[in-house]
């Protein structure tokens, strides 16, 4: 095979559920695609790449240059509500089911002594600034229900209470154990944070 193809096949099997056949295929039809598709998506590649960066506040992706991202920018979401996610994706889960109307914190991952995810690992620390900066009264977790997702909101939770006194709760049971919220559909996602127990 011509090194660069499999310079390139590499590159895409590593990406998430694509697998060395898939990033084959992927390879296959960007190649032999006439319309130029392979330099049109180097080129939105390529520029994402340089121009997208975590908001300095919360964790989304937004504009490199922009010192919030669109939720921060928000003042109708100044409700006092934080909700504390895993990544990205779940705040994607959680809007598109339109039952959270205030800001988010991505930590970025979960604590896990297995994979050797430590505190400093995620963004924790700057939690008790924001809850004061933001005025938050109320954090909901919506991290994975699993022993790690657990072991991390605890970990949260002792963090921020000797700073404030906000008020804790998670979703309600219908989130899956083990399952990540992309997995739910919108209407047990309305229901578990509508049901929200107070910790
Ligand atoms: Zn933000």
Known sequence: MNPKIEKLIKQFAKLPRVG?????RIVLALLQDKTGR?????????????????????????????DACEFCRDSSR???QLCVVRDLA????????????????????????AAGTMPDDLNIASLPARIADEKITEIIFALP??????TTQ????????????????????????????????DGTLTLAFGGRKTL
Not at 20 to 24: K, L, N, Y
Not at 39 to 54: C, Q
């Open 38 to 66: 392979a330099a049109a998506l180097a080129t939105v590649l390529s520029d994402a790449a340089t121009s997208i960066a975590p908001c300095p506040r919360c964790g989304v992706l937004t504009d490199r240059d922009s």
């Open 90 to 113: 779940d705040v994607w889960t959680l809007e598109k089911a339109s039952v959270f109307h205030g800001r988010y914190h991505i930590i970025g991952g979960v604590l896990s002594g």
């Open 78 to 80: 100044a409700n006092g």
């Open 145 to 150: 229900n699993t022993v790690e997702g657990k």
């Open 154 to 185: 605890h970990y949260v939770m002792s963090i921020v209470q000797d700073s404030s006194d906000v008020a804790f709760s998670e979703l309600a049971s219908g989130v899956p154990l083990g399952g990540d919220l992309d997995y739910i559909d």
């Open 20 to 24: 060395a056949r898939g990033g084959q």
